[in-house]
């Protein structure tokens, strides 16, 4: 979510020519859940249609990412997650808060 990695490690997976070609570069996290595996999956964004489940799903997949020691932690993407500074907007914030939130109700 707005996290860098360099995935080079796993160039298998994601050179132009193979399956995760699309999330490589950009922050593909929405069209994650969307589906939309597309240019104009990527421009058009309604964090509202999504349910805590499937923001859930996305945040497997960060936590797939931080864990891996092959694929290394760049920096982060300024846009709907950070701001020009790197620093979390109040979307990533509220994504933060439900994710908290409901860890602390699985205890």
């Keep these: 979510m707005g996290e860098v ?3 080079t490690e796993g160039a298998e997976f994601y050179a132009s020519e193979y399956g995760y070609s699309f999330f490589a570069g950009k922050d593909a996290s929405f069209t994650f859940l969307s589906g939309d595996f597309t ?3 990527l421009e058009e964004k309604n964090f509202s249609e999504f349910t ?3 923001i859930h799903g996305v945040e497997s997949w960060r936590e797939f990412y931080e864990k ?3 694929y290394k932690f760049i ?3 300024e846009g ?3 701001d020009s500074s790197g ?3 109040e979307l990533l ?3 933060r808060k439900a994710l908290e939130k409901n860890r602390i109700a699985e205890l």
């Design 5 to 7: 990695y360099d995935v």
């Design 39 to 41: 240019k104009k999956g």
């Design 52 to 54: 805590e489940d499937d």
């Design 68 to 70: 891996k020691d092959e």
């Design 75 to 77: 920096g982060v993407l």
């Design 80 to 82: 709907d997650l950070y």
């Design 87 to 89: 620093n979390p907007t």
């Design 93 to 95: 914030k509220k994504i």
